[in-house]
């Protein structure tokens, strides 16, 4: 099966920066495991679109459990 183009912008990308701050505040190793489960989940995302919730027009969305920021 092909990926699904997975885009991720701006506004989203100036959020992930201020999360991994946040988080790398708190615990230098937190932040790795932040960025991980991130990628996961943008993989998932590309690998089963139709599978994730239909959010603000025509983008999909996942959570991340481990990250409530």
Do not use: G
Not at 4 to 13: G, L, M, N, Q, R
Not at 20 to 37: G, P, Q, S, V
Not at 59 to 68: A, D
């Amino acid at each position: 099966m092909k990926k699904a183009k997975t885009v991720i912008s701006e506004s989203a990308d100036f959020d992930l920066k201020e999360i991994a701050d946040w988080y790398n505040a708190r615990n230098k190793k937190l932040i790795w495991t932040f960025l991980k489960d991130f990628k996961e989940k943008v993989k998932y995302i590309s690998e089963n679109p139709l599978a994730c919730e239909v959010r603000y027009e025509n983008f999909r969305i996942v959570y991340l459990k481990k990250f409530p920021f």
